[in-house]
């Protein structure tokens, strides 16, 4: 018992910083039922309908001329989970007029309009998300050109008041210059939610029936495209000229995915207007309206508007981030209005693959190895997912199986059976897809590989939607891997001598990412305590052991550059056995990522730590056309760099090819190093980056500086190696 409490002692200080780098909270609170169509209810959705029926004739509005500011951008979202921040790949800012005239007519026109791409991509837009909607919607919703929704009955529209249920759920005070205003909010779902019908909250003035705010979901029945996943919009008014509810701000997001490939990227789509400058009673003639309502002024006008600073100086905050906390809130009411299968795509089978190198990788013990999976949807939530791979070289077939049942809010589980490989370390130090090649070409293989034949169950859970919890145990079979390949040139090192052993493993798991912290920082966390317990005459060997390891990474804009430091630490300790940790289980640092300068995985022992600090700078750039997809920016980004690596406990230590590989995919040069306790110490770093296209791709030099050699290196952006 003294040595667990040895070992809790220990690993203690971990999840303190765990916690302090989280900023974790929990927010306790349940709602009651809400009692539907009561007369208040009722009552109050009439008054609403009636008054919205009546347009604003009855206040004596005749016309009016209003100016509308607003973005339109497209976000993709990538990696397992999308727990990834959002990208934004294109962003359109746009100036319109605004036009109406009783009863019902209405234009607008665009007199400005710019954009700006910041990758590669020929995106076109329906016309009416440079639009705002007007009168609080019409009688039957359409989004998209009605590619979206079409025809779904308005809840405030005679034909909506028997379609759908209304409860009075909350009431609150807004504030004006001319007076303060009680606005009472309706919770609103459809009587059958197997149809296209909308689910949400209208906020309405109860002495007037105006509308205030519309917050509104769909049901998935109302998607006519099949690969959208969630359509939400948000409607404000405001008292104009203390008279008149008019526009004042909207907002619409869009997200989509694939129909046919399960594949961890997605596409968001954010409009977001604010609507000003009312003028009232002009007279506008009645030719105005004819035509399209939504047209844009002749391209010598929009070219000539005048734009202050850039795209991204006013873009709204919200945009980048990875969940706006206004859609959540509404999304899980929806949910909890009509629950998850009204909400959910229609369940199919699917070719799944949480990467591209899922169906094409090559390594030095399979050689080029094919693979597949597929995916089905049992029930929202619910799904089963299968997947495998052939390597050509050491003629076996890997791969694995699992169910799982993840709800959109709650606990998760999944179970699970594989007989694969597992890469040892805690970091990646390189893209598959780029080790891929490597390896084939040139013999450099950035992975250390064991077999690992296992099953087991874990359970997850989002307390904050970018924060993931996993608890995870395993049943398994670890063996070591030969060598089987032969690359195009040079030659591979051999695998990891791990001892076989069965084992159990237990793991927690905290997940946080990058996202807004504090002191105007960007924090990205990913933590994890595990034990390994030997079963039978593995413990001969080996005993069981506690790990811990912690990544993060911070960022921050100060001027026109960003500051980005990354921390790598890993601690093992033999809970009964001192030093006698399996290979497996080593710190390993050491190549591109954690150890530049130095050969991969060099450095392994029982505690380690490679801390990073760089500064990424624009700089100006040639652009290259691309066509249709647009052009690289006319800037780059300059990004020298420090590094250090820290080892304790060396067990072994890497040594260099046998044949030097290429400099751009980087063993480098020089030769091996004496293995064994001396190797503890420090080892620093000095290096340049280079992102380019986009800051698609990275090229590196770096100088180890204690018995370290040159570096080169080329990869993609470490944000997408999840996907590749």
């Not at 250390?448 to 904050?464: E, F, H, Q």
């Not at 630490?569 to 050491?590: K, T, Y």
């Not at 090229?699 to 590749?724: K, P, Q």
């Amino acid at each position: 018992m003294s040595r667990w409490f040895a070992v809790v002692r220990r690993f203690g200080r971990w999840w303190l910083a765990v916690a302090l780098l989280s900023g974790v909270r929990a927010a306790h609170g349940q709602a009651g039922e809400p009692k539907w169509n009561t007369p208040q209810a009722l009552t109050l959705v009439q008054l609403a309908t009636h008054r919205r029926a009546q347009q604003l004739a009855d206040t004596g509005l005749v016309d009016y001329q209003a100016l509308a500011h607003g973005y339109v951008t497209f976000l993709a979202q990538v990696g397992v989970g999308f727990l990834e921040v959002p990208k934004i790949i294109k962003s359109d800012e746009l100036m319109a007029e605004i036009y109406w005239h009783a009863p019902n007519q209405s234009k607008q026109r665009i007199i400005g309009h710019r954009d700006t791409l910041l990758l590669p991509a020929d995106i076109q837009y329906y016309r009416d998300r440079f639009g705002i909607f007007q009168n609080n919607l019409p009688d039957l919703i359409r989004t998209g050109d009605g590619q979206d929704i079409r025809d779904v009955p308005h809840p405030l529209s005679p034909a909506g008041l028997l379609l759908y249920d209304y409860a009075v759920t909350d009431s609150l005070i807004i504030r004006t210059v001319e007076r303060d205003i009680h606005v009472v909010e309706v919770t609103v779902r459809p009587k059958d939610d197997t149809k296209p019908r909308v689910i949400g909250a209208l906020y309405i003035d109860p002495l007037e029936g105006q509308v205030v705010r519309m917050a509104l979901t769909f049901t998935h029945a109302a998607f006519l495209d099949r690969r959208l996943d969630d359509v939400t919009v948000v409607l404000e008014n405001r008292l104009v000229a203390g008279r008149f509810w008019l526009p004042s701000h909207q907002e619409i997001d869009v997200t989509r995915t694939g129909t046919w490939l399960d594949f961890p990227v997605r596409g968001i789509i954010k409009g977001r207007w604010e609507i000003g400058d009312y003028k009232f009673d002009l007279t506008l003639p009645r030719t105005l309206f004819g035509g399209p309502e939504i047209v844009q002024a002749p391209a010598a006008e929009i070219a000539a508007y005048k734009w202050t600073g850039s795209i991204f100086d006013s873009l709204p905050p919200d945009v980048g981030q990875p969940v706006d906390a206004d859609f959540s809130h509404i999304e899980e009411q929806a949910r909890a209005l009509v629950g998850a299968y009204a909400m959910a795509r229609t369940q199919r089978l699917v070719v799944s693959a949480p990467s591209l190198s899922q169906f094409a990788r090559v390594d030095r013990v399979e050689g080029l190895a094919p693979g597949f999976g597929l995916g089905q949807g049992l029930a929202p939530g619910l799904k089963v997912m299968a997947q495998g791979r052939f390597g050509l070289d050491d003629h076996a077939v890997k791969g694995g199986g699992s169910i799982q049942w993840q709800p959109p809010s709650g606990l998760g589980v999944r179970l699970f059976a594989q007989e694969d490989f597992r890469d040892a370390g805690d970091e990646a130090e390189r893209s598959t897809i780029v080790n891929s090649f490597a390896a084939q070409e040139f013999g450099s293989d950035d992975s250390d590989p064991y077999d690992v034949r296992a099953y087991g169950a874990a359970l997850s859970a989002r307390p904050t939607p970018t924060l993931l919890l996993t608890a995870e145990g395993t049943r398994e079979r670890d063996q070591p891997l030969l060598v089987h390949s032969t690359p195009a040139s040079g030659a591979y090192e051999s695998t990891l001598a791990i001892e076989p052993m069965d084992a159990i493993r237990l793991s927690f798991r905290v997940e946080r990412t990058q996202a807004p912290w504090i002191a105007g920082t960007d924090m990205a966390l990913t933590s994890e305590v595990r034990t390994l317990m030997p079963r039978g005459s593995a413990r001969d060997v080996v005993g069981p052991d506690v790990r811990a390891s912690l990544q993060f990474a911070l960022s921050r804009e100060i001027g026109g550059s960003r500051i980005v430091w990354r921390s790598s630490a890993a601690d093992v300790f033999a809970v009964d056995r001192p030093g006698a940790i399996p290979l497996q289980e080593s710190v390993m640092l050491g190549g591109p990522v954690t150890g530049p300068g130095y050969e991969y995985h060099e450095f392994a022992g029982s505690a380690g730590l490679s801390e990073r600090l760089e500064i990424e700078e624009p700089i100006p750039f040639l652009p290259i056309p691309l066509g249709r997809f647009g052009r690289t920016p006319a800037t780059a980004t300059l990004a020298p760099f420090v590094s250090i690596v820290g080892i304790r406990g060396t067990q072994f230590c890497g040594g260099p090819n046998p044949t030097p590989s290429p400099v751009m995919f980087g063993r480098g040069f020089g030769t091996g190093t004496l293995c064994g306790a001396e190797r503890d110490g420090w080892y620093p770093t000095l290096g340049l980056g280079l992102l380019g296209f986009f800051d698609l791709v990275r090229f590196d030099v770096a100088r180890g500086l204690s018995a370290g050699r040159w570096t080169f290196g080329i990869d993609v952006a470490r944000a997408y190696w999840g996907i590749l």
